[in-house]
């Protein structure tokens, strides 16, 4: 698993697409309220699902997630699959159940608002980082 963090002065998405690279995986279903996102001061946690990835990895990610927002003082966070971080692929159908884990297991914490972006699909990005020493992680598990 990789997982690359930004703490964000602002952070968006839009869906442009259906991924045609999602080998037979069905995308998340989407209507106006989750086809696009704009969240200002957050800590963004996109992560790679990487084959052989399971519940260590999972772990890991959600620590240092914690660990991060609470460093940088933010209680939003955008956490989502973001397949490009990395040249190897858990089967796709694998990756999205754990990335549903993973975003559940967020939206379970006091105290933090926790937002998404739907899986299978092609995005533009919004994203304008602090500068800070902090500011941007990239972490491998």
């Known amino acids: 698993m990789k997982a690359q963090?930004?703490?964000?002065?602002?952070?968006?998405?839009?869906?442009?697409?259906?991924?045609?690279?999602?080998?037979?995986a069905t995308p998340d279903d989407i209507d106006a309220t989750t086809s696009t996102l704009f969240v200002e001061d957050c800590l963004v946690a996109l992560f790679h699902i990487e084959e052989n990835d399971?519940?260590?990895?999972?772990?890991?990610?959600?620590?240092?997630?914690?660990?991060?927002?609470?460093?940088?003082?933010?209680?939003?966070?955008?956490?989502?699959?973001?397949?490009?971080l990395s040249g190897s692929y858990a089967p796709t159908d694998e990756a999205k159940a754990i990335s549903q884990?993973?975003?559940?297991?967020?939206?379970?914490?006091?105290?933090?608002?926790?937002?998404?972006?739907?899986?299978?699909?092609?995005?533009?990005?919004?994203?304008?980082?602090?500068?800070?020493r902090d500011a941007v992680k990239f972490r491998g598990y």
């Open 5 to 24: 963090f930004w703490h964000a002065e602002h952070f968006g998405f839009d869906v442009e697409s259906p991924s045609q690279r999602i080998n037979g």
């Open 54 to 84: 399971g519940h260590h990895q999972v772990v890991r990610l959600h620590h240092d997630i914690r660990r991060i927002a609470k460093k940088v003082g933010s209680k939003r966070l955008v956490v989502a699959a973001f397949g490009h």
């Open 101 to 132: 884990q993973i975003v559940e297991t967020c939206r379970k914490w006091d105290g933090f608002e926790v937002h998404t972006s739907p899986f299978g699909y092609n995005k533009t990005f919004d994203l304008r980082a602090y500068g800070h």
